[in-house]
T-cell receptor, first 112, second 109 residues
Framework: NAGVTQTPKFQVLKTGQSMTLQCAQD?????MSWYRQDPGMGLRLIHY???????DQGEVPNGYNVSRSTTEDFPLRLLSAAPSQTSVYFC???????????FGPGTRLTVT | DAKTTQPPSMDCAEGRAANLPCNHS???????VYWYRQIHSQGPQYIIH???NNETNEMASLIITEDRKSSTLILPHATLRDTAVYYC??????????FGKGTRLSVIA
């Protein structure tokens, strides 16, 4: 199993550009989520999904969209990038909410 | 509102046991205690979780007080590779975990 994969690893955007961060898992997990981590801070939940077709907002959802059309994929879309979105983004999956979460390696995004 | 309180940093000598405390005085009966760690800039790694009983696995032991208001994560023989930020999280398991700032553990040779 590859586990949780994220692409790209690094990305630089200009203010106002849009892009999609990709996340995929091959463990047939129902739960998937996106977090962001700013320098020296803990992780903050952006959006999550409890299964295909179901998504919900976390702590900091503004400026981000998600969809879950398949069990495997959970892309995160930045609609109009802002410097405040400069961060490291982690995707995670788990069999169910009470089980351990598996995290991807992260995407390091810089918005100039 | 933060559900857990952890010291911001701790040091531990290599080879000694690292005991990381966590206070969760408002924990509900259906909430689990989870521990994760994050080494440098990697994604967080699951360590252990428990509800009422003490738990042990190949990585660590989790000791939960009888009133469940606090817990301790024990790394029995800390190595330099255990230097990381350790997160204690309380959650019912109905939604994804909410991470606080954790404890930065430095293992010193």
């Amino acid at each position: 199993n590859a586990g949780v994969t994220q692409t790209p690893k690094f990305q630089v955007l200009k203010t106002g550009q849009s892009m999609t961060l990709q996340c995929a898992q091959d463990m047939n997990h129902e739960y998937m989520s996106w977090y962001r981590q700013d320098p020296g801070m803990g992780l903050r939940l952006i959006h999550y999904s409890v299964g295909a077709g179901i998504t919900d907002q976390g702590e900091v959802p503004n400026g981000y969209n998600v969809s879950r059309s398949t069990t495997e994929d959970f892309p995160l879309r930045l609609l109009s990038a802002a410097p405040s979105q400069t961060s490291v983004y982690f995707c995670a999956s788990s069999q169910a909410a009470v089980y351990e979460q598996y995290f991807g390696p992260g995407t390091r995004l810089t918005v100039t | 509102d933060a559900k857990t309180t952890q010291p911001p940093s701790m040091d531990c000598a290599e080879g000694r046991a690292a005991n990381l405390p966590c206070n969760h005085s408002t924990i509900s009966g259906n909430e689990y205690v989870y521990w994760y760690r994050q080494i440098h800039s990697q994604g967080p790694q699951y360590i252990i979780h428990g509800l009422k009983n003490n738990e042990t696995n190949e990585m660590a032991s989790l000791i939960i007080t009888e009133d469940r208001k606090s817990s301790t994560l024990i790394l029995p023989h800390a190595t330099l590779r255990d230097t990381a930020v350790y997160y204690c999280i309380v959650d019912s398991g109905n939604t994804p975990l909410v991470f606080g700032k954790g404890t930065r553990l430095s293992v010193i040779a």
